[in-house]
C-alpha cells in the first residue's frame, strides 16, 4: 500500500515536472523572441507594442501555469512513439525538400505537406507532421541539409510527446514546438562541431 | 500602407482558419494548411511586390487560428487575435530570422497575450 503511493506520488512528481519544464521552454521561446527584438529594435514604438505584448503574455503565462498544475487528469495522448516518429521525419524532409531543392517557398511547401498531411492521416500523426513540416521551412544557413532537417525532427517528436497537452487549445503551439526544436538542435551542433 | 495591408491579410487568413477548423469542424491542421497555401500560391500572384511577405504573414496568422473554441470562442475574437498577430509580426520582423517555428511563435505569443488582455480587462473567465 505505502509502496503504491510512493510510485504514484513519483509519477505525480515527474509528470508535474514535465509539465513545468515544457512550460520553462515555451516562455524561453516565446520570451526569447520578444525580448531579443525589444532589445535590438531601434523603433521606439515598435519596442513600446512588444513589451505591452509581453505583459501580457505574462499574465496568461500565470494563468496558464496554475491551470496546468491543477488539471490531474490529463487526455491521454496517443503514444505511437514509431508512427510519430516516422511523420515527423516526413513532415521535416518533405518540406525541406519542396523548400529548397524544388524551390516552390517556405509558405508553400508548408502548405502542401499539411493539406497531405489532414488529408491521408489521423488528427494526431497530422498534427505532428504539421508541427514538424515548420522545421523544413527553416533558411539554408539554419539548417543546411536533409539530414540536419532529420536530426531536428527527431528532437521536435521527442518534444511533441512530452508537452502535447500543456500546450493544448493555443494556436501557435506547433510553431513554438518546432522553433525550440531547431534552436535546441543548433545548439548541440555548435556543441559538438 | 503597407502594414495597413499586412493587418488586413492577417485578419482575413486568421478568421478564414479558425472558420474552417472550429465551425466548419474540419480540423485544426486543414484550416491552417489550406489557408497557407491558398495564400502562398494567390498573393505572390495578385501582389507581385509583396506578395511574400503577404503569404508569410498569412501563414503566421493562420496558425493562430488553430486556436481552439474554448480560448477564442466566436470569430470576433479571432479577428482581434488575428490582428495582434499582425501587429506582433510587423513589431518582430527582424527576430528568430531563418528559424522555421517563427510564426507559429509570433501567433502562439498573439493568442496568449489575447487571453491575458481578456484576464485583465474583460475580466471574466469563460470556462
Known amino acids: ?193 | 500602407m503597407e502594414e495597413a495591408i499586412i493587418l488586413a491579410t492577417t485578419v482575413v487568413a486568421g478568421m478564414t482558419s479558425y472558420l474552417v477548423s472550429n465551425i466548419l469542424k474540419r480540423g485544426s491542421v486543414i484550416g491552417s494548411a489550406i489557408v497557407t497555401l491558398v495564400s502562398g500560391l494567390m498573393l505572390p500572384y495578385f501582389f507581385p511586390n509583396m506578395g511574400g511577405l503577404l503569404a508569410t504573414a498569412a501563414a503566421c496568422a493562420s496558425y493562430a487560428g488553430m486556436i481552439s473554441v474554448e480560448n477564442a470562442l466566436n470569430l470576433l475574437e479571432m479577428a482581434v487575435i488575428s490582428l495582434m498577430t499582425g501587429i506582433l509580426f510587423v513589431a518582430a520582423n527582424s527576430a528568430y530570422i531563418g528559424i522555421g517555428g517563427r510564426l507559429g511563435t509570433i501567433a502562439a505569443i498573439a493568442c496568449f497575450a489575447w487571453l491575458g488582455f481578456k484576464k485583465v480587462f474583460v475580466g471574466i473567465d469563460e470556462k
Open chain 1, 1 to 193: 500500500m505505502i509502496l503504491g503511493s510512493d510510485k504514484m506520488r513519483r509519477s505525480l512528481f515527474s509528470k508535474k515536472s514535465a509539465r513545468i519544464l515544457g512550460l520553462m521552454a515555451f516562455i524561453a521561446t516565446g520570451g526569447g523572441l520578444i525580448i531579443s527584438t525589444a532589445i535590438n529594435e531601434e523603433n521606439f514604438y515598435k519596442t513600446e507594442i512588444l513589451v505591452i505584448f509581453g505583459c501580457f503574455f505574462a499574465v496568461s503565462l500565470v494563468d496558464h501555469y496554475r491551470r496546468l498544475i491543477e488539471r490531474n487528469n490529463s487526455k491521454k495522448i496517443n503514444r505511437r512513439f514509431l508512427y510519430i516518429l516516422l511523420c515527423s521525419f516526413i513532415g521535416a524532409t518533405l518540406t525541406w525538400f519542396i523548400n529548397h531543392q524544388m524551390g516552390y517557398g517556405a509558405v508553400i511547401a508548408n502548405g502542401l505537406v499539411g493539406v497531405m498531411a489532414a488529408t491521408f492521416l489521423p488528427n494526431d500523426l497530422a498534427g505532428i507532421t504539421y508541427t514538424s513540416s515548420l522545421i523544413g521551412m527553416s533558411s539554408l544557413e539554419v539548417i543546411p541539409s536533409m539530414g540536419v532537417a532529420a536530426l531536428v525532427s527527431l528532437v521536435v517528436a521527442l518534444i511533441f510527446v512530452n508537452t502535447a497537452e500543456i500546450y493544448e487549445g493555443i494556436g501557435g503551439k506547433a510553431g513554438t514546438t518546432a522553433a525550440l526544436a531547431v534552436i535546441i538542435t543548433r545548439t548541440i551542433i555548435k556543441i559538438f562541431s
